[in-house]
């Protein structure tokens, strides 16, 4: 029965990647066959995505089997013949998809099976938002789509799968910041390296073709002085909504820079005079009056720009210095007014991490922190400080497992996988759709 299963829920997937081919989708039938490809790997994850897809499949060919029996009907042609076969690949689609949900469809798919929803959830979450930015955006907004069109929706189920990957990876490693630090660069990478080659003269690589500063700042001086474009603070207050001041650990495009500097230091995070943070307050400050002001007095976009570029530079020096100098993220926690904005509007979102009782203070979790927000007194508080990113780092770190997520009505092992699943899912949507 099980060998059964299978080979109903392969030939679903085949017969499917032929009706695409038919109409030409070629993305589309890619993307059945590695589907394919992930029936035969056996993970757990990978029978809550084929299971639905299949049933998907079915639907879809209930529609095509409805559209040309009409068509036959109208015409007076004989349709009985091909409402016979239809009902046998719909019926082929339907076994295939509702096996993944059976005994022995679980059975079969056991491999790395503890994080199997969190990693789907991933899968489907990514490649939902990802279709609805392919769908609304008036042009190609995904690489696959503008270098070979029609293959956009094999990218999303690329992006969503390495989603579900790294979901599972983040929730299995038992310290997630080397992780997360390694995942970080790499978007950051893709992102400045479409930049570089945008500026280079393939402007195939931009979102548009207008180059923007890639300074976080901007995302709130930018529309200040323009007086519109708000793109870019809808996506990032969604995004608080969606995962607090998880931005500044997982998904900022300049982080990952600091992030590095930061690592490059050497031992525990060093310590910082409290009279610091009012920098952030400085900059954010200096950030919008700034913008105002030279929208108010008409300055010219040339010289608003090299303003700017003087902010962001100023900024990589701070990560090239006292980051690298105090193993301490000065930039995110103390320079960058994004990070400030972040801490305190991401307290729209209920997400927390919280420290429970029988916290010893031995420190571990303080050594990773490159935050400052699990300080002596934050950990006898029982909560991390104002700068914290929900970056999980601490999680792993605290040998007693009294640091955790927290979400209102779950667990914090749900909290946990929720949260990664979320997070990661993001940062595969944005390593899709992120360019300048």
Excluded at 50 to 56: C, K, N, S, W, Y
Excluded at 159 to 181: D, Q
Aim: hydrophobic content about 55%.
């Amino acid at each position: 029965m099980t060998a059964a299963g299978v080979l109903l829920q392969i030939l679903g997937l085949l017969v499917f990647a032929a009706h695409s081919l038919r109409l030409g989708e070629l993305g589309l039938t890619a993307s059945c066959l590695a589907l394919v490809g992930l029936v035969c790997s056996r993970q757990g994850f990978a029978r809550l995505i084929v299971g639905p897809a299949l049933l998907a499949m079915g639907l879809a060919f209930v529609v095509v089997a409805r559209d040309m029996a009409l068509f036959r009907l109208a015409a007076g042609m004989p349709y009985l013949r091909l409402l016979a076969i239809m009902a046998g690949v719909v019926a082929v689609c339907a076994a295939g998809g509702l096996f993944a949900f059976s005994a022995r469809g679980q059975a079969f798919y056991r491999r790395g099976s503890a994080a199997a929803l969190a990693q789907a959830a991933a899968f489907w979450l990514a490649a939902g938002l990802l279709a609805l930015a392919r769908a609304k955006v008036s042009f190609p907004i995904l690489l696959a789509d503008r270098f070979f069109p029609g293959w956009g929706l094999f990218e999303i189920t690329a992006l969503a799968g390495y989603a579900a990957w790294l979901t599972g990876r983040m929730l299995n490693a038992p310290h997630t910041g080397p992780l997360r630090s390694r995942y970080w660069a790499a978007f950051s990478l893709v992102f400045f390296g479409q930049l570089a080659l945008g500026l280079a003269g393939e402007t195939i690589f931009l979102m548009t073709g207008a180059l923007h500063l890639p300074v976080p700042a901007l995302i709130v001086a930018g529309p200040l002085y323009r007086g519109g474009g708000y793109f870019m603070p809808i996506l990032y207050l969604s995004t608080l909504l969606l995962v607090g001041p998880g931005w500044c650990s997982h998904l900022c495009y300049l982080g990952a820079a600091d992030d590095a500097c930061a690592r490059l230091g050497r031992g525990t995070p060093k310590r910082l005079p409290g009279k610091l943070g009012w920098w952030r307050l400085a900059t954010l400050a200096l950030a919008v009056g700034g913008a105002l002001g030279m929208r108010w007095a008409g300055v010219s976009t040339l010289a608003a720009v090299w303003a700017a570029a003087i902010f962001g530079g100023i900024g990589l020096v701070v990560m090239a210095t006292l980051s690298r100098a105090t193993g301490v993220m000065v930039h995110c926690t103390l320079y960058c007014p994004i990070g400030l904005l972040g801490n305190v509007l991401g307290r729209i979102s209920p997400w927390r991490i919280r420290i429970g009782e029988g916290c010893d203070g031995c420190g571990r979790c303080t050594r990773v922190c490159r935050y400052l927000a699990l300080s002596p007194a934050d950990l006898e508080r029982g909560r991390p400080g104002a700068t914290c990113t929900l970056c999980g780092d601490c999680v792993g770190a605290c040998p007693g497992a009294r640091i955790a997520f927290r979400f209102p009505g779950l667990s914090s092992t749900a909290a946990r996988q929720a949260f990664f699943a979320l997070v990661v899912a993001l940062h595969a949507v944005f390593l899709g759709v992120a360019r300048i």
